[in-house]
């Protein structure tokens, strides 16, 4: 079965809410098919399963946004072991990191604010800046 074939077959035959269809829908579409082309699923192997991880990570997706990734690509290929597609799901075994580097973030944008705040202190600047970092921290 090519993977296009597996993608349709998933969408068409799965409960899901209309939301989560339209999601998986827009990564099939952008994330997965200008990857792996339409391969047959067979073909597909842990090392490439590896590939489109590391090329996700070069390409500055966020950790938290590429396990959604593979973890949605394994669903796709667990539906196909389910239906005899496919004997073994090749995202299995596949070392991937999960957590988000925000925590080593804020420890060093809070020593980047305190010094950026330094050098405006006492400064017709202070205000400005204290306000801009305000904001930009809240959209986190």
Known sequence: ??????????????VLA???????EGDIKNVYKPFFRN???EQITMDDICKFINFKKATCVKNVTIYGYYR??????????????????PCKNVNIEHTSNVKKDLDYSKHYIKE????????????????????RITKM
């Open 39 to 41: 391969i047959e699923i």
């Open 72 to 89: 949605r690509l394994s669903a796709f290929f667990n539906y196909a072991i389910e239906r005899n597609l496919l004997v073994k799901n």
């Open 1 to 14: 079965m090519k993977l296009y074939d597996l993608f349709e077959a998933y969408l068409e035959n799965k």
């Open 18 to 24: 209309e939301s989560t269809k339209r999601s998986l």
């Open 116 to 135: 950026l705040l330094k050098l405006f202190k006492n400064t017709k600047f202070y205000y400005m800046v204290l306000f801009d970092l305000h904001t």
